[in-house]
């Protein structure tokens, strides 16, 4: 009896330390922005929408990716972190009625990066969405970017989990561009004015916390019936 209670005390004084080293769980992060458009040509309300998009509409913009996603770039200073396409996951701007969404037929082409304090280039947050869901036979393309010439807005190059601070960047800019069959772009751009996360990843102390809970309930059952 002796030799069970202390292998038990053992195995949960393991096993409370494991939980406590703080080993990543992938959970999906979802971040909201929201902008006002700057810049909509008239060629491009004629050809691609029903709905016209001017100059002082706001749009919305909703994503979501994995906490844990992989660097893909090997530089220090650069991030790119691929994120998953499928249900649930990837981007939908709203504006006017209508919503641009990132095809879940497509993986791999669709990313966030970061950059901080690249010799060649200014700070930046970046969401790219090379492939989206096609708008009336067209394909769209979105991208948004928030760039900081005194490279101190992010502060590494690894996946944030929480929203960028608006206040540290210089630009922020957004676009929606439509491809059309003969490969010809139009697009309206904006900027972005407002960023948070809708749904954010718990604290480490979290995990601990009902993980030792359900610990050490369910080694106090075990020796009751011991």
Same mark, same amino acid.
């Given at each position: 009896m002796r030799l069970r209670s202390c292998l038990l005390t053992a195995l949960g004084a393991a096993l409370v330390a494991l939980i406590a080293q703080g080993t990543a769980v992938a959970v999906p992060v979802t971040m909201q922005f929201t902008g006002v458009v700057t810049s909509a040509p008239d060629s491009f309300n004629a050809a691609q929408f029903a709905n016209p998009i001017t100059t002082g509409m706001t749009f919305t913009g909703v994503y979501t990716f994995e906490s844990t996603l992989p660097d893909t770039n090997p530089s220090a200073t650069v991030g790119q972190y691929r994120y998953t396409t499928g249900p649930g996951f990837g981007l939908t701007t709203t504006i006017n009625g209508m919503q641009f969404q990132t095809a879940t037929n497509v993986a791999g082409l669709n990313r966030i990066e970061v950059i901080h304090a690249d010799p060649? $280039? #200014? @700070?930046?947050?970046?969401?790219?969405?090379?492939r989206n869901l096609t708008h009336n036979g067209f394909n769209?393309?979105?991208?948004?970017?928030?760039?900081?010439?005194?490279?101190?807005? $992010? #502060? @590494?190059?690894?996946?944030?989990?929480?929203?960028?601070?608006?206040?540290?960047?210089?630009?922020?800019?957004?676009?929606?561009?439509i491809e059309d069959l003969d490969e010809n772009f139009n697009s309206f751009s904006g900027t972005i004015t407002s960023f948070s996360v809708v749904t954010a990843v718990p604290e480490a102390s979290a995990f601990l916390a009902v993980g030792s809970v359900g610990l050490l309930t369910g080694l106090w059952r075990f020796r009751r019936r011991a």
């Amino acid at each position: 009896m002796r030799l069970r209670s202390c292998l038990l005390t053992a195995l949960g004084a393991a096993l409370v330390a494991l939980i406590a080293q703080g080993t990543a769980v992938a959970v999906p992060v979802t971040m909201q922005f929201t902008g006002v458009v700057t810049s909509a040509p008239d060629s491009f309300n004629a050809a691609q929408f029903a709905n016209p998009i001017t100059t002082g509409m706001t749009f919305t913009g909703v994503y979501t990716f994995e906490s844990t996603l992989p660097d893909t770039n090997p530089s220090a200073t650069v991030g790119q972190y691929r994120y998953t396409t499928g249900p649930g996951f990837g981007l939908t701007t709203t504006i006017n009625g209508m919503q641009f969404q990132t095809a879940t037929n497509v993986a791999g082409l669709n990313r966030i990066e970061v950059i901080h304090a690249d010799p060649f $280039n #200014a @700070d930046r947050y970046a969401l790219e969405n090379f492939r989206n869901l096609t708008h009336n036979g067209f394909n769209v393309v979105q991208r948004l970017f928030l760039l900081d010439s005194t490279k101190t807005a $992010n #502060a @590494d190059a690894s996946l944030p989990v929480t929203a960028p601070n608006l206040a540290l960047f210089g630009s922020k800019f957004f676009t929606v561009a439509i491809e059309d069959l003969d490969e010809n772009f139009n697009s309206f751009s904006g900027t972005i004015t407002s960023f948070s996360v809708v749904t954010a990843v718990p604290e480490a102390s979290a995990f601990l916390a009902v993980g030792s809970v359900g610990l050490l309930t369910g080694l106090w059952r075990f020796r009751r019936r011991a």
